[in-house]
């Protein structure tokens, strides 16, 4: 019985998490335009990244398959798999993880229908991405 009580009891710890982990799946799929990256550092230092900077353009393409695209100057870079993650701590939202061999961290939808994904709340780097518009 303590089993079934225990088996029972990890399947609604874990269901929330696989349920949250759909919703920014469907929520991040589609093509991204890089807007910037910034990355801080403990010493304070702080550094911005942005189309004009580097004169360049990037763009990811977030497929339903598990793989991500990568674009530069409209040219394909690189495919790579992705994974989703999410972290459900008691008192505190959950937070979604994106993680490929060159994207790594917490996902963050802003209201300006962007998205963040990095280092949010510690040293690191964040890359902001504005989601394509259809033509």
């Known amino acids: 019985m303590t089993l079934i009580a225990i088996l029972f009891l990890s399947y609604l710890n874990e269901y929330p998490a696989q349920q949250v982990q759909q919703n920014i799946k469907d929520e991040i799929l589609g093509e991204w335009i890089w807007t910037k990256s910034t990355t801080s550092s403990r010493g304070g230092d702080h550094t911005v990244e942005t189309p004009e900077s580097c004169a360049c353009t990037r763009s990811i393409i977030i497929n339903d398959d ?18 989703l993650d999410s972290i459900v701590m008691e008192g505190s939202p959950t937070r979604n993880r994106f993680r490929s061999a060159s994207i790594y961290g917490t996902i963050e939808l802003l209201p300006d229908q962007s998205m963040g994904i990095g280092a949010f709340g510690i040293c690191g780097t964040i890359h902001y991405y504005h989601r394509r518009k259809s033509q």
Request: net charge negative; no cysteine; glycine share 12%.
């Open 66 to 83: 598990g793989t991500i695209q990568y674009f530069e100057n409209g040219e394909f870079v690189e495919q790579e798999i992705y994974r």
